[in-house]
C-alpha cells in the first residue's frame, strides 16, 4: 500500500518545509468549517422537544434530523465542483453567508410546525456543503506528504456539531427558540465577512477550464472516487448519524434526560474530532489503507456489543466511544487517501461526491434506526446491520483497496497524477 516517504535516518517524512501563510489559511478554512457545521447541526439537539411539542412519531423525529444531513451531502457534489473552479476564497463566504437565510427563518418562525422545520431543515443543508470547500482550499496550500495531517486538522471543523450539541439546549432553556439561532447567524455573518477579507487560495492553484458537467463526467472516471465514498459513506456517515441520533436514542433506550443526553452525544463528537486528525497524521507515517482497517475493525466489535444494549456504564459508554474514535480515526484516514490519489484540479470535485456520499451515509441509518424502533420498540437491529455493513467495508478495504493502492494501478493510473504521487511516498 501507498507508504510515506521516509528520511534516509529513517524517521517521518520531512518534506519542503510549510509555510506559515499555509497554516493560517487552515485555521481559517476549520473555523469556517466549524461554524458552518454547527448550523447545519442546529435541530438534531432539539429533535425531542419537537418531538414532544409537536408529537411528532419516532419517523417523523427522525426525518426531521435527516433532511438536513442529505441536503447538504448532496449540495457538495456540485459545490465542490464549483470550488475547483471558483475557489475556496469566493465559495467559503458565499455558503456561510447563505446559510444565514435558513437559520434566522428557523429561528423566528419556522419552528411552529413539522412542515415549516422540514422546510428550514432542507435549506439548512447550505452549512454542510461548506466541508467541500475546506478540502481542496487545503489540498493546495500543503505537499503531499503533510496533506493527511493538514486535512485531518481541518476535519476537525466537524466538531461545530459539538458546539450545537453542548450550547443549543441550554440558549433555549436560557432564553427562547430563537436564541441559539440568532446567535449562529451572527457568527456565520462575522466569519463570512472575514474570510472575505482574510481567506487566499494557493498560489499556482490549478484551475479547471472545462465546463462543469465533464469535469463531474471525469471525476465519476476516477477510481478513488468510489472507493473513497463506499469508505465514507461507513465512517463519516456513522459519525454523523450518531450525532444526530444519539441524543433520541439515550433518551428512548436508556431513559436519559434531554440534556444529559446531549452531553454524551457531545462527548462522542468531540472524541471523534480530536481522533480525525490523528488519523490523518497516522496515514502519513503508516499509509491509510491500515489506518483504515483498524478503524473499521473497531466499529464492527462496538456495534456488536451495543447491539445487546449492554448497561451505559460502564460497557454501553466505553462501546460508543470506541466507535467515536474509529470513525474520527477512519474519516481522516479516508481524506488522507484522497490527498495522495486524486489529481490536483479534480480535488473538488472528488471531495463533493466523496463528502456527499459521507453524508448520504449519515441520512439513511436514523431513519432505519427510527422504522426498526417503531416497529420493534428495540434498537438492536439497527446495530446489528451498523456491524455488518462496516465488517463489509473492512473487508472491502483489505481486498480492493488495497489492491488498488499496491503498485498503483487503478486509481493513480486513471488519474494520470502517477508521477506526482511517487513524490508523496513509495509503494511497499
Known amino acids: 500500500m501507498v507508504q510515506p516517504r521516509k528520511s534516509k535516518s529513517g524517521g517521518s ?5 510549510v509555510s506559515g501563510r499555509a497554516w493560517l489559511m487552515l485555521a481559517l478554512a476549520t473555523v469556517g ?7 447545519w447541526a442546529l435541530l438534531s439537539p432539539l429533535a425531542p422537544r419537537f418531538k414532544d411539542d409537536l408529537g411528532l412519531s419516532s419517523f417523523e423525529q427522525s426525518l426531521l434530523v435527516a433532511v438536513p444531513v442529505v441536503v447538504g451531502s448532496l449540495g457538495r457534489i456540485p459545490v465542490g465542483a464549483l470550488t ?10 458565499c455558503v456561510s453567508a447563505a446559510a444565514i437565510v435558513p437559520v434566522l427563518y428557523l429561528g423566528l418562525a419556522g419552528h411552529s410546525s413539522l412542515a415549516a422545520l422540514l422546510i428550514g431543515g432542507f435549506f439548512l443543508g447550505i452549512g454542510g456543503t461548506a466541508f467541500a470547500v475546506g478540502v481542496p482550499l487545503v489540498n493546495a496550500w500543503f505537499p503531499p506528504e503533510r496533506r493527511g495531517l493538514a486535512i485531518g486538522v481541518f476535519g476537525a471543523g466537524m466538531g461545530g456539531t459539538a458546539i450545537s450539541a453542548l450550547t443549543t439546549v441550554k440558549l433555549v432553556d436560557a432564553g427562547s427558540m430563537s436564541t441559539p439561532f440568532l446567535i449562529t447567524a451572527v457568527m456565520l455573518a462575522v466569519y463570512a465577512a472575514v474570510a472575505a477579507l482574510l481567506l487566499r487560495d494557493a498560489p499556482g492553484r490549478t484551475v479547471p477550464t472545462e465546463p462543469l458537467t465533464r469535469r463531474l463526467a471525469a471525476t465519476a472516471r476516477l477510481g478513488i472516487t468510489w472507493q473513497a465514498s463506499a469508505l465514507y459513506a461507513v465512517a463519516f456517515g456513522g ?3 450518531f450525532s444526530v441520533y444519539l441524543p433520541t436514542y439515550l433518551k428512548t433506550g436508556y431513559g436519559l434526560t434531554q440534556a444529559d443526553a446531549a452531553n454524551r452525544m457531545a462527548g462522542f463528537v468531540l472524541l471523534a474530532v480530536a481522533m480525525r486528525p490523528f488519523g490523518g497524521w497516522l496515514s502519513d507515517r503508516l499509509g491509510p489503507v491500515r489506518v483504515l482497517a483498524g478503524s473499521l475493525a473497531v466499529v464492527v466489535a462496538g456495534a456488536v456489543v451495543q447491539s445487546f444494549t449492554p448497561p451505559l456504564a460502564p460497557l454501553g459508554t466505553i462501546a460508543f466511544l470506541s466507535m467515536a474514535a474509529a470513525l474520527g480515526a ?8 484522497v490527498a495522495l490519489l486524486t489529481p490536483a484540479g479534480q480535488v473538488g470535485s472528488v471531495t463533493g461526491v466523496v463528502g456527499a456520499a459521507g453524508g448520504l451515509g449519515g441520512f439513511l441509518p436514523p431513519l432505519v434506526m427510527g422504522s426498526l424502533y417503531g416497529a420493534y420498540e428495540t434498537y438492536a437491529a439497527g446495530l446489528a446491520l451498523l456491524a455488518i455493513v462496516a465488517a463489509a467495508a ?15 494501478k487503478g ?9 506526482r504521487h511517487r513524490t508523496a511516498g513509495t509503494t511497499a
Open 13 to 17: 517524512p520531512s518534506g519542503p518545509p
Open 33 to 39: 468549517f466549524a461554524v458552518n457545521f454547527w448550523a
Open 84 to 93: 475547483d473552479r471558483f475557489g475556496g476564497r469566493v465559495m467559503f463566504p
Open 239 to 241: 459519525y454523523v448519524a
Open 330 to 337: 477512519g474519516s481522516g484516514a479516508t481524506f488522507a487517501l
Open 394 to 408: 473492512l473487508a472491502y478495504t483489505l481486498i480492493g483497496v488495497r489492491a488498488a493502492a499496491e503498485g498503483g
Open 411 to 419: 486509481t493513480r493510473r486513471r488519474s494520470g497524477g502517477g508521477s
